[in-house]
T-cell receptor, first 114, second 113 residues
Framework: DAGVTQSPTHLIKTRGQQVTLRCSPK?????VSWYQQALGQGPQFIFQ???????QRGNFPDRFSGHQFPNYSSELNVNALLLGDSALYLC?????????????FGSGTQLSVL | AQSVTQLGSHVSVSEGALVLLRCNYS??????LFWYVQYPNQGLQLLLK??????LVKGINGFEAEFKKSETSFHLTKPSAHMSDAAEYFC???????????FGPGTSLSVIP
């Protein structure tokens, strides 16, 4: 049973570019949350998707957008990249029945913006 | 709004010694509290959680934590540190099973042989 998988594992972009990160949830999970973890800090909640809709959003600008597909996989898109967007981006999946009491995290995508 | 503070960004203990990682939270409603561990180049793994009921909760790898409402604390302990415990530890809070999870800044645990 595969856990949460994220791709790519590492990515290098330049300022102003756009990036798309991908996440496949744990088998059977229907909810996907995205977190940004800057170096030396705790993860910060970006948004959560359920039934292909954004259910909750953290304090991130509109440059951060997402999508959830019918198979529950998800994408995180970031436009007009800034140096400050350099971070580890974590995807977490859960079952809506149990909610965040059982969050499973992927290993993340390390994004470097030059 | 909820928040989490973790006293001590770095903690070092000797192998076999007591591990104590501190967490204090702020929440306007009864909280759900979590401890997660992150090993290098990996995602977060749930160690233990408190939702309701017994205030002393036991988790994986011999860790436990006690919810103290009067002190707004949820400190993590382990009686005897093992080399494999060296990692980053995050305390987190939420208001319900369906709200966003707020993480603290983390504590890096080093275990000295």
């Amino acid at each position: 049973d595969a856990g949460v998988t994220q791709s790519p594992t590492h990515l290098i972009k330049t300022r102003g570019q756009q990036v798309t990160l991908r996440c496949s949830p744990k088998s059977g999970h229907d909810t996907v949350s995205w977190y940004q973890q800057a170096l030396g800090q705790g993860p910060q909640f970006i948004f959560q998707y359920y039934e292909e809709e954004e259910r909750q959003r953290g304090n991130f600008p509109d440059r951060f957008s997402g999508h959830q597909f019918p198979n529950y996989s998800s994408e995180l898109n970031v436009n007009a990249l800034l140096l400050g967007d350099s971070a580890l981006y974590l995807c977490a999946s859960s079952l809506t029945l149990t909610g965040v009491e059982k969050l499973f995290f992927g290993s993340g995508t390390q994004l470097s913006v030059l | 709004a909820q928040s989490v503070t973790q006293l001590g960004s770095h903690v070092s203990v000797s192998e076999g010694a007591l591990v104590l990682l501190r967490c204090n939270y702020s929440s306007s409603v009864p909280p759900y509290l979590f401890w997660y561990v992150q090993y290098p180049n990996q995602g977060l793994q749930l160690l233990l959680k408190y939702t309701t009921g017994a205030t002393l909760v036991k988790g994986i790898n011999g860790f436990e934590a006690e919810f103290k409402k009067s002190e707004t604390s949820f400190h993590l302990t382990k009686p005897s540190a093992h080399m494999s415990d060296a990692a980053e530890y995050f305390c987190a809070v939420t208001t319900s099973s369906y709200d966003k999870v707020i993480f603290g800044p983390g504590t890096s645990l080093s275990v000295i042989p």
